[in-house]
């Protein structure tokens, strides 16, 4: 089965951490990239960061560079995004999801993804 799964999301005051994971099959986790994209209420999704699970390459959205940090097991096909300094604007649904190696997805908004998770909230307080 094609599933993500994710977990981590929580409530959290404004300057705090919070670590997201997300676990896929592993014929999808190899050779793409993986990562999250996030959609607050009345906004459009948008992507947060991404990484290449067969090299080295990482995206990440403008707005959560040097407060995010996304990683990877490929002995668990799993990828992780800790995520330090939260602020309330971070609020959202986040999924986890599964981009071609071009992260055309991620840099686009989603579109061409075909698999997603199904979310996990976080709450940022102020």
């Known amino acids: 089965e094609d599933r993500l799964v994710e977990s981590g999301g929580d409530s959290v005051q404004a300057g705090g951490s919070l670590t997201l994971s997300c676990a896929a099959p592993?014929?999808?986790?190899?050779?793409?990239?993986i990562g999250w994209f996030r959609q607050a209420p009345g906004k459009e999704r948008e992507g947060v960061a991404g990484?290449?699970?067969?090299?080295?390459?990482?995206w990440y959205h403008d707005s959560v560079k040097g407060r995010f940090t996304i990683s990877q097991d490929n002995a668990k096909n799993m990828v992780f995004l800790q995520m330090n300094s939260l602020k309330p604007e971070d609020t959202a649904m986040y999924y986890c999801a599964v981009d071609s190696p071009s992260c055309s997805g991620f840099i686009g908004g989603g579109l061409g993804i075909n698999y997603w998770g199904e979310g996990t909230l976080v709450t940022i307080s102020s």
């Open positions: 592993g014929h999808i986790y190899s050779n793409n990239y």
């Open positions: 990484i290449y699970t067969s090299g080295s390459s990482i």
